[in-house]
């Protein structure tokens, strides 16, 4: 027996070793793979701007779609602006090849980031890194380089449609789309068409102006435009943009802008099946502090709560300003997750000190909760529901957060939110 141990305890840790072995043999083997496949698509992807896709055997939209992915991801991480140009020759005879001189003449005249490839056979794609305000010059000096070095290209056969990100779009899809409309509007009068940036004015029925959820298009805001002055349209285009979006003194997403990106982030979250909550944030005693303490007091708590909610959230929730004195929260989320959240954030407003020339005030909010699908399909029903906790707590003074009860929060009557269309799923 006491030889018997010994051996078995010898067995024990050759087989120990031998599957540690093993295990670092299929581990180097998964790292292997993986470095070696993501240098295979960067190859791929290499290949993709020299080799026309017939002969990678792959279709011209999916390589296109490959680049525009990775120059959508990079500007979006980098914060800056790309123009996608769809590049036309009126004439049949000429074939657009990833090895023709169209494509090798553009090339040479873009710069060395930017991307060229093929649309179809009368047309070449140019995805540039660039401002709004610059694109239709950088695209006149690639045109005029083509019309004077490629043989049987003249300038007057040279049709240009223009697209802008994020001013057009966010997606591939809606940017192509638009530089389709402006191909389609250029002539040879007018050779290169960007179509216009289309702003919401805060003072309009924004109801009017916002799309259903069910089209994939996205806001781009609103420009105050006051009384047309020349000092508003002299604005530079990166402060309009942002501006167009993002309340000024909470830094959150206007309310004129909170219905459009909420709507289509609903439809993403339906598509994929997954859940979410609506909070309706409000934020309590704002009058008696402003009445007290002035306006700046009261922008230095709205201010504060709402940098307390960015902080504690998800960087892909959506928070927009609501009223003078409220919020909207969307956050992809179950029921049980919506109720953590909401206590997490009404305890660090509760506990948090808001400074307004060197006083510190301090402020509650109460939340009204209702999410998708428990308590409706879409956004509208979404903020009615939450909508209507958020009221029956205000008027019994609660000062928490609440989930909708129907037997306890239908007795309110709804509350429409004008730019929050009455959508059915």
Known sequence: ???????????????????????????????????????RFQNIVQMAENTDPEAMGAAPADVLRVQL????????????????????????DIQVRMNSPLI????????????????????AVLIAESEPEDAHSILGRIT????????????????????????????????LAIAGEGLDEATEETPIVMPEIIDVDEDEEVADAIPDEQEEVSLEGDLLEEDGSDEEESR????????????????????SAVSAFMQRAMSEIRRKKQCAALFCVGV??????????????????????????????RTDDLIGRHEKYAFLVLAQCSIAEAEVIGKRVTTLVQHSEFISEKQKLRSTITLGVATFPEHGRNLHHLYTAGQKVLDHSRENDIRAYAVFDPEIHDQVPAKPMKNIKSIQA
Request: hydrophobic share 40%.
């Open 1 to 39: 027996m006491q030889l018997y141990i010994p051996t078995i305890a010898a067995q024990f840790d050759f087989f120990g070793g031998v599957l540690g072995v093993v295990a670092a043999i299929i581990l180097s083997f998964v790292s292997i793979t993986l470095i070696a496949s993501y240098y």
């Open 69 to 92: 992915a990775r120059y959508l991801a990079g500007c979006a991480r980098r914060d800056t602006s790309f123009a996608i140009a769809l590049v036309r020759i009126e004439d049949s």
């Open 104 to 123: 090798e003449i553009i090339k040479d005249a873009a710069r060395r980031d930017d991307v060229t490839c093929v649309f179809d056979d009368n047309t």
């Open 144 to 175: 005029g380089r083509v019309a004077e070095k490629c043989a049987g290209i003249t300038s007057d056969k040279i049709r240009v449609g223009l697209a802008s990100y994020p001013g057009h779009g966010l997606s591939g899809k809606d940017l």
């Open 236 to 255: 530079g285009w990166k402060e309009r943009r942002k501006n167009s979006m993002l309340d000024e003194l909470t830094g959150v997403l206007k309310p």
């Open 284 to 313: 309590n005693n704002l009058e008696h502090i402003e009445r007290f303490h002035g306006t700046e007091a009261g922008d230095a708590v709205m201010a504060g709560v709402s940098e307390v909610l960015q902080s504690n959230l």
